[in-house]
């Protein structure tokens, strides 16, 4: 089995912060603000309280070494339900047009159809 891989993710993207990695628990809304190998810093917005909290070594939801309690006690993050749609969505896109270039149509000109002469 290959070694875990942490999905991507850039500093600055909005993520999902769940206590002890637990997705039976509400999320809190964050912002990573570090990226290592296999862990996020993110500064996680606290509904109950009016500044940040920063949670360092972060591992994400999949991650199997969460299951290990000086892991979980940093919690888990995913992806936001908003992001997963534009990874869908970008996935949609790379998809078409890897489609239209495994089968090129003649290209045409907005308005004329292929047998009219160009003129």
Known sequence: MPPYRMPQVEIGLLVLWYPDGNLQLPPH??????VSAQSLCINCFDPMLLNVQPRDGVKHVGDPTLRREEARAMGGWDYTPAYRRLLD?????????NAQRESPATPTRPGRH??????
């Not at 809304?29 to 570090?34: E, K, L």
């Not at 969505?89 to 047009?97: D, Q």
């Not at 292929?114 to 003129?119: I, K, L, R, S």
């Open 29 to 34: 809304c964050g912002v990573v603000t570090r």
């Open 114 to 119: 292929a047998a009219q002469p160009a003129g």
């Open 89 to 97: 969505l970008e996935f949609a896109v790379k998809e078409l047009l």
